[in-house]
């Protein structure tokens, strides 16, 4: 099928299967374009707490994001859009390590990024996106957090929340974390007079290099609020929506080649018409006791960051 009689393919299945499709604004434009919700992870996450009259979500995006839905809506069938699509930072810690460290520090609260597994939230008593990191970790009544697993947005957290003793893991994003302080100077030389917007999943010497620091969804709002042209250093999906939403504008996209992140990117408009069809992606299947525990994490994420 071509990609116009796809997408019409598509829009009827999700009726006809009762399908919402939620997709992370990291997905090719493609499926942007057939999704019922986009957004960052605190996005969906939130979308996923109130599914009201839809029997099935299949979330376009990796495996967490999926658990994530599962998590906060068990009564709903949830499917992954590609069954190979995970972070690498989900299983960058084992859970048995995180119950280790809190047996030897109980005064410590223990907060994860919420690109973790789901048996990682579970040991866990707190969740957080990039977007609502730094407002959750001030809020939290704990002097010390160990904040798993990426070493640089908790880096960037700690700079932002003095007050708190924060240890950091040494996860973090293999494709955020690519990005060299040489692929900043060459884009600067090359768009001299842009800003430039990063993520703060970056490593700490190239987000010194840049004009403002925000996730998926703070990125998109620092770029409506400016009229400067801006590169873009975070995933290319980001740069994909602005330059879609705003062609007038002058967005450029940092080291495209690194700022694309495979995982994200594995599934296809034929993917999504497939697993609409029960043909293609996985079914969320979480034991309810193991739910339930990395619920709470979740729960206290959406308490103190919504
Ligand atoms: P946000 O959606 O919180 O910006 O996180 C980015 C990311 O890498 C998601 O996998
Ligand atoms: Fe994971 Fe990084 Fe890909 Fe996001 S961009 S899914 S954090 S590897």
């Given amino acids: 099928m071509k990609t116009a009689e796809l997408k019409e393919a598509i829009l009827k299945a999700k009726e006809e299967t009762g399908t919402l499709v939620l997709a992370h604004t990291y997905q090719a434009p493609d ?20 599914i009201p009259d839809k029997k099935r979500v299949l979330l ?15 009564e709903k069938e949830v499917v992954l859009s590609h069954k190979s699509a995970t972070c690498p ?13 809190r047996e030897e520090n109980p005064d410590v609260c223990v907060c994860a990024y919420i690109n973790t597994s789901t048996e990682l939230k579970a040991e866990c008593d707190v969740c957080v996106t990039s977007s609502t990191a730094v407002k959750i970790v001030s809020a939290l009544p704990s002097e010390k957090v160990l ?15 003095p007050e708190k003793e924060i240890i950091l893991w ?22 001299p007079g842009a800003k430039i917007a990063v993520h703060p ?19 998109i709002n620092y770029c409506k609020s400016v009229e400067d042209d801006v590169i873009i250093a975070t995933e290319r999906g980001v740069c994909d929506k602005l330059s879609r939403d705003y062609p007038e504008r002058g967005f450029y996209q940092l080291a495209p080649n690194k700022l694309t992140c495979p995982n994200m990117k594995m599934t296809t408009l034929q993917n999504v018409y497939d697993a609409l069809l029960g043909n293609f992606g996985d079914v969320i299947e979480i034991d309810e006791e193991l739910r339930l ?3 709470r994490s979740i729960d206290n994420m959406l308490k103190y960051g919504g």
């Fill in 147 to 161: 904040f798993i697993p990426d070493q640089n947005l908790g880096g960037y957290v700690s700079r932002f929340v």
């Fill in 170 to 191: 040494d996860g973090c994003c293999p494709t955020h974390h690519s990005v060299s302080v040489k692929d900043v100077l060459e884009a600067k030389a090359k768009h």
């Fill in 31 to 50: 499926i942007i374009d057939i999704a019922d919700i986009t957004g960052d992870s605190f996005a969906l996450a939130k979308a996923a707490t109130n």
């Fill in 60 to 74: 376009c995006g990796v495996r967490f994001m999926a658990d994530t839905v599962k998590i906060l809506s068990p």
């Fill in 201 to 219: 999943e970056c490593r700490k010497e190239v987000v010194a290099l840049c004009d403002f620091i925000g996730s998926t969804s703070e990125i």
């Fill in 89 to 101: 930072m989900a299983e960058q810690i084992a859970p048995e390590r995180v119950r280790a460290f």
């Fill in 293 to 295: 525990k990395a619920k």
